[in-house]
């Protein structure tokens, strides 16, 4: 139960860092890495609107998904908390492949040449 509070609280502070990006417009430290020099950005503004639903997303999920697991909604049906915590590592892959391929293209300037 812990974990699934846990998973939480990252999803409200997804949703924060979502929000504070977008009242902002700067670029949450907890999205970049700690020192990243965001004054050189190619395309900050670029990387805050493409991020921004997935951010906001990712943070919904997750907090759903610790909400649903500390409630023990399923506790009658293991096999369902098993497809949730699935569902959550799933969306935590998907969301770091994609933060990484954004910072790329809009704050670093490189473009895949896989897309040629």
């Known amino acids: 139960m812990i ?17 504070q990006m977008k009242t902002t417009h700067k670029i949450p430290e907890m999205l970049v890495g700690k020192g990243f020099p965001i004054n050189r950005a190619k395309d900050p503004e670029g990387f805050m609107k493409n991020t921004f639903p997935f951010t906001m997303g990712t943070g919904i ?12 909604i399923f506790v009658l049906y293991p096999w369902v908390d098993t497809v949730i915590t699935l569902v959550i590592l799933g969306v935590l892959v998907i969301y770091g492949i994609f933060l990484l391929k954004a910072q790329k293209k809009y704050l670093i300037g490189v473009v895949d040449n896989d897309k040629k």
């Open 61 to 72: 999920i997750l907090f759903a998904a610790g909400l649903v697991g500390a409630l023990e």
């Open 3 to 19: 974990l699934k509070l846990l998973i939480m609280a990252c999803g409200v502070y997804m949703i924060y860092w979502a929000m």
